[in-house]
């Protein structure tokens, strides 16, 4: 486990950064689903209320959220892994 | 299971289902919107070979439905012999040929529920094979789409470097960025509202391809980078051949492995979100199914506790998906 | 010493007794006359006599939006308002007639314009201020006052002319009305006494719409009505408590109401509010959707008791766009010449299975309606409207008649050779009218026309019936709110604010919408009962006969309660359980 973790924390970290995307969308049919009042039920009703500034809203604030999010993992990645930061090739 | 063996069974499983699929029309005993009012959320029908006085019948049979009130409709009296081969509601087979010959049914005015029915006494087995056709075709259209626009910018980006492949690049980004589901809705939501069923399920794959083309995109330019600087590639060139014969020649076939990886990838993503459109309530229209929307009447209580047979999409779409990732799992192991 | 003593103590020690007697006696009748005046002239119900305590717990879905009665407009806002508010004459739900409420009595003149309410003397609002007929003028005055613009300002301007209100001595108000009025006496329901001690300067500061909001201080809402705000937690609930003051009592003499509180919770789902409603946690129900009510019979066990009321007075129906569009929508502007085409809506009408609908939308409970007046109105129905069973042959020659023709494949073609396809919009969150438009599709395929369902959100589809009118077809339903014709009169009217299918019509567009203009106008002035009813009942042959929008079904109304609750007596008019909240009582 000592030696496994740092290994494959490099594409973990990647992974993280790419998947949150992934995991705004799945948490939207969730949401959906069990009636929870988030962005994902938010943005449906928008749609089905033709609301175009809701939903350039939603979808404008997921982007921000997923760029934040790979930024986070970008610098994350940095601070672990020191071959990054240094640059060495 | 060895990996050869899973490989063996998930392409029959895939075979076998794109084919029942072709044929639903031929399968299914009814057509998919005719209403039975009467039989509103009625259990699958049972085949009897034993009657009810203790008889054995080689021939397999079932009871009439007989009806009561909306809350009692049991089993009568009389016996309806399973017919195969039999005539019935006109169908399209494959969308092109008009037949009128079903696989199976019984004589009117039984009807058969292998599956049971929904609200409206629609037999569910006619709708799970059409809305597979219409679930399955357009994961199979839209990654037709998405593939052929991936390659065509991956390669322009790959090919031609610097400037294009910057611009490409960039916009690759913004449509991977973006949350998928979101963007779809978003696109759907500002198309115009009512089209016919084909031009609507039409616009339906056509945005989901339009959405998820990022991906392939990128990975067909690495592989055209690394391509581009080959040996026979660069003679080619030296030779006066132009882009568009390389691109056919020498290029096109490098990126095979990973376009058929991608594909059966994005085959199941791309019914994934139709059927998740579908769900939600922003796919194909009524009364013609999805496995989405079939699934979808699920979301209310006393269905999702009474009414078992409701969940029956949900298996071939699991079958599906599994032969998908698993082929593409044995794709992918070479270059791994 | 001690004789002089002891004959001075027993003398008066005899005389405590008589004096202390005489003193508690007077005391006791001073106290019980200052009582009795306090009390005032209670209303003395009819209803069987409960005992005081405990509380009640009721769900709603969605969330009160004001604390306003001259304002709120939606239902779960009137469900909170109305249990702390009162009215000068009230509509006694399941009678369905007029009763006296906070008026006592009144006279009307011979030509039926003036109105003379008497109301109780001594009654006091929930903080203990009285009340008296100040408070009447300046309620109607805030009602009538165009710059508040409440919704029901419309129902006190009969023929567009304001009643005139008038203060004759302290308990009694005179009101004039500008033409008479039939009915006049059911306008006195739904408008709430306000107190003038509060309101007062917020009216004159203008500030009266966004006074008594739900995060107003208790202290400021004041009302006449059974219950006073105790809290409100936003996102969880609203809490009323008795309210001492409250003006009526039982047989016996004990002052109303019996219940400590009630406390509205807000629960979310239908589903969620009938499983908490299974788990004990709520004690009444409001409306049970169909499917849940007969989950709800199979898991019966004596616990609570289920009432299913019979058709309530919600129509459903589907109408075509008829208004004047003016080239805006040539795609749409093509199709009316069908939708205009009398034996076309007839055939439409015809091919529509309305026991289907009843069957699969309402699991059976409910109504099939070829017209507006359901049978739960037994005072207005016209039963002589003919209900004929759906019959495609006689709508394939309604159309043969009207020119259209059949294709090759099955397909309606119009007189003009196009294909006759329409789109129905529904509104997307309500899966009854979803479930109708599906079975309309099935049943028009039939006839070999071609249904698109477009399911927009209720707002945006309401928008596009009344202000841009870009559809085909719509399915809406409509719950009117008296059983007199007078709440939904703005549907009929040609120049009505709700005339659907035809909006904003200078002069009536046929002959029949000309006839039922003028019948609701006689209607409307008319004050003798029998009149009316005839005038009514051939207004419903009209609209069954020219269907400027098919009727559908009506679903039945559904409630629910534990069963140790005394005096639950669930009607069809609004509020369905709790119109006569002061009676419950927990046996």
């Known amino acids: 486990m000592r030696y496994a973790l740092p290994a494959a924390a490099n594409p973990l970290i990647s992974l993280f950064g790419f998947s949150l995307a992934g995991l705004l969308s799945a948490s939207m049919l969730v949401e959906v689903v069990i009636g929870w009042p988030g962005v994902g039920p938010l943005l449906l009703e928008a749609i089905l209320a033709r609301d175009v500034y809701v939903v350039i809203s939603a979808v404008m604030l997921s982007s921000v959220l997923v760029i934040f999010g790979n930024l986070v993992a970008d610098l994350l990645l940095g601070a672990t892994d020191p071959r990054i930061r240094t640059g060495v090739s | 299971m060895r990996k050869s063996n899973q490989l063996r069974v998930a392409v029959y499983a895939l075979i076998a289902v794109h084919a029942v699929m072709l044929l639903g029309g031929f399968i299914a005993p009814y057509d998919y919107a005719v209403q039975n009012r009467e039989y509103s959320f009625v259990p699958p029908t049972r085949i009897h070979v034993i009657d009810r006085l203790g008889h054995f019948h080689i021939h397999p049979f079932i009871y009439e439905l007989r009806y009561d009130s909306p809350e009692d409709i049991e089993e009568g009296e009389q016996v309806y012999p399973l017919r195969f081969l039999i005539w019935g509601a006109e169908y399209k087979l494959a969308g092109l040929l008009p037949g009128r010959i079903h696989l199976f049914g019984v004589d009117e005015p039984a009807r058969i529920f292998l599956l049971g029915t929904d609200q409206y006494g629609r037999d569910q087995l006619s709708r799970l094979l059409r809305g597979g056709q219409i679930s399955l075709l357009a994961g199979l259209m839209a990654a037709a789409m998405s593939i052929g626009i991936g390659l065509l910018f991956g390669m322009v980006a790959g090919y031609y470097g610097r400037l294009a492949d910057e611009a490409v690049m960039r916009l690759a980004e913004v449509f991977m960025v973006l949350p998928w589901l979101y963007l779809l809705l978003a696109v759907k939501g500002f198309l115009p509202l009512n089209l016919g069923p084909t031009r609507g399920f039409l616009l339906v794959t056509l945005v989901i391809g339009l959405v998820g083309w990022a991906r392939p995109a990128r990975l067909i330019r690495g592989i055209v980078l690394t391509a581009k600087e080959r040996n026979y590639v660069i003679a080619a060139r030296g030779f006066g051949a132009s882009d568009l014969y390389i691109f056919r020649r020498h290029i096109l076939p490098q990126t095979m492995a990973v376009v058929l990886t991608q594909a059966t990838l994005l085959v199941t993503t791309y019914s994934l979100s139709e059927m998740t459109l579908s769900f939600l309530g922003l796919g194909v229209n009524e009364p013609v199914p999805s496995w989405g929307n079939m699934l979808a009447s699920l979301q209310q209580y006393h269905v999702l506790t009474s009414y078992w047979w409701m969940f029956a999409p949900a298996f071939p779409a699991i079958l599906v998906f599994w032969g998908y990732y698993t082929v593409a799992n044995s794709l992918q192991e070479p270059t791994q | ?587």
């Open chain 3, 1 to 587: 010493m001690t004789q002089f003593r002891v004959c001075r103590f027993s003398r008066t020690r005899f005389l405590i007794v008589p004096i202390a007697a005489s003193l508690i006696a007077v005391t006791a009748l001073l106290a019980i006359t200052a009582r009795a005046q306090a009390d005032g002239e209670l209303l003395t119900t009819n209803a069987e006599i409960g005992r005081a305590g405990g509380g009640l717990i009721v769900a709603q879905r969605i969330e009160p939006k004001t604390l306003n009665p001259v304002m709120a407009l939606d239902i779960p806002s009137r469900e909170v308002i109305w249990r702390m508010m009162a009215d000068l004459v009230h509509i006694n739900r399941q009678s369905q007639q007029t009763e006296p409420a906070l008026a006592k009595a009144w006279k009307i003149s011979s030509d039926g314009r003036r109105y003379t309410l008497t109301l109780r003397r001594g009654i006091r609002f929930s903080d203990g201020h009285p009340f008296d007929a100040d408070d009447v003028v300046f309620s109607f005055q805030v009602y009538m006052d165009a710059k508040v613009g409440s919704p029901q300002r419309d129902l006190l301007l009969p023929g567009g002319k304001p009643i005139v209100v008038h203060k004759i001595d302290p308990y009694t108000v005179e009101f004039q009305l500008p033409q008479p009025y039939g009915p006049a006496e059911r306008l006195f329901d739904s408008i709430a006494m306000l107190p003038r001690h509060i309101l007062e300067t917020n009216y004159k500061e203008g500030t009266f719409p966004e006074t008594w909001q739900l995060n107003s201080r208790p202290e400021q809402i004041v009302g006449l009505g059974p219950f006073r705000l105790k809290e409100y937690v936003p996102g969880a609930r609203v809490v009323l408590e008795r309210n001492p003051y409250y003006w009526k009592s039982d047989r016996a003499g004990e002052r109303l109401p019996y219940l400590e509180r009630i406390t509205f919770l807000f629960v979310g789902t239908d589903d969620a509010q009938v499983m908490r409603f299974q788990a004990g946690e709520t004690d009444t129900i409001n409306r049970i959707s169909p499917d849940n009510y007969s989950a709800l019979v199979k898991s019966q066990n004596g616990k609570y008791r289920l009432n299913d009321l019979g058709p309530g007075l919600e129509y459903n129906f589907i109408f075509f766009n008829l208004n004047d569009l003016n080239q805006k929508f040539p795609q749409i502007s093509g199709k009316q010449a069908w939708f205009r085409d009398l034996n076309f809506r007839r055939a439409v009408s015809s091919a529509i299975d309305r026991p289907g609908i009843v069957r699969l939308v309402y699991g059976g409970r409910g109504t099939p309606l070829w017209e507006p007046v359901t049978p739960g109105n037994k005072l207005w129905l016209n039963s002589a409207v003919p209900k004929p069973p759906r019959n495609l042959d006689h709508a394939r020659d309604l159309l043969k008649n009207a020119g259209f023709s059949w294709a090759q494949d099955g397909g309606l073609l119009a007189p003009g050779g196009e294909r006759v396809a329409f789109s129905i919009m529904v509104a997307a969150g309500n899966a009854s009218r979803v479930a109708m438009a599906t079975i309309i599709q099935e049943d028009l395929r039939g006839l070999g026309i071609r249904i698109d369902i477009v399911p927009l959100e209720f707002r945006v589809m309401l928008d596009r019936v009344t202000q841009t009118f870009e559809y085909e077809a719509a399915i809406m339903g409509i719950a009117s709110g008296d059983v007199d014709l007078n709440s939904d009169v703005n549907v009929w009217l040609s120049t009505g604010s709700t005339h659907l299918w035809h909006l904003h019509e200078v002069h009536p567009a046929t002959a029949w919408e000309a006839e039922i203009d003028r019948l609701a106008q006689e209607q409307l002035i008319s004050t003798q009962f029998k009149e009316r009813k005839q005038l009514f009942d051939r207004i419903q042959e009209l609209i069954a006969d020219n269907l400027p929008i098919i009727c559908l079904a009506t679903p039945n109304i559904l409630v629910a309660a534990k069963a140790n609750l005394g005096n639950f007596r669930p009607a069809i008019l609004e509020p369905y359980t709790l119109w006569n909240v002061e009676e419950f009582f927990w046996r």
